[in-house]
């Protein structure tokens, strides 16, 4: 949750000797293997969107009632902020602001995230908990190029909703369409959580990495490097609103805050 105790999982990491290996499912998910297929064919990347929404009534559980969990972006957005870094490599710079619609809760419920990459594309991350999309739970994704476009959905509560579809456009008038669309192949294997169906086999070809990093000695395909940098851009958006607003986002300090100020700026002045 903080720059500290990061510090403290690399050192622990790293004086023990053993594999360590970030649980960031989406990398694993037969949507993303087959949009990172297809970004060759839309040339330079310039932009990338992702959106993560449900619509959440209440104001208890999740991170509603403990800052210890981080709030809301931190729950989702640290897995959007990996998916946008592992779409479009490193990320330069950060800016953000998170919003909190509902009183009752003590932290953000809304954030929206603009991202410059180390090769000057752009993107955004939207994280809310106050809409639905086509189903709840449903992320989507838009990435931009210079020869066209791939739209992406994935659905983690059920089997459809899974697609990706490419646009390429060989037009040369900018008011006369002239554009081929279609859908990209998505593996579809049996669903083995019956919690998240449309996670498909994510987490078994998860732990087979992890396994897999520990015989060969090989890198896991997300180490606590790609970890650290998605809590960092999470922290960032944080304290850029802290700073923007120069007041605290949330309802009431807790009596008893169990954790690193780092974890939330937004309680600085």
Known sequence: MTPRELDAIEEAVSRAGVTAMVGHQLRHHPVVD????????LGALYHLDLEWSLLIKGHTGRCWESYRLGGFFMELGCHMTDLARFLFGSIQSVSG???RLNPKRITEDHTVCLLQFE???????????????????LITGRVLGEKGRID??????????????LTLDGGESVFVPDTTVRELKVRKPPSR???????????????????KAIRTGESPPCTLADGRSAIEVI????????????RRNFVNRPRQYRSDAESHPLLKR
């Not at 992406?152 to 579809?165: D, H, I, L, M, W």
């Not at 922290?235 to 120069?246: D, I, M, N, P, S």
């Open 34 to 41: 087959a949009v990172r297929r297809n970004l060759k064919s």
């Open 97 to 99: 602001r998170t919003v």
């Open 119 to 137: 090769t000057a594309a752009t993107g955004t991350i939207v994280v809310g908990a106050n809409h639905r999309t086509k189903r709840q739970g």
């Open 152 to 165: 992406f959905t994935v659905y983690p509560y059920g089997r459809a909703f899974n697609r990706a579809s």
């Open 193 to 211: 959580v019956k919690t998240y169906p449309g996670f498909f086999d994510v987490y078994h070809r998860e732990v087979r990495a992890f396994l």
């Open 235 to 246: 922290l960032a958006v944080y304290h850029e609103q802290g700073k923007a607003t120069r």
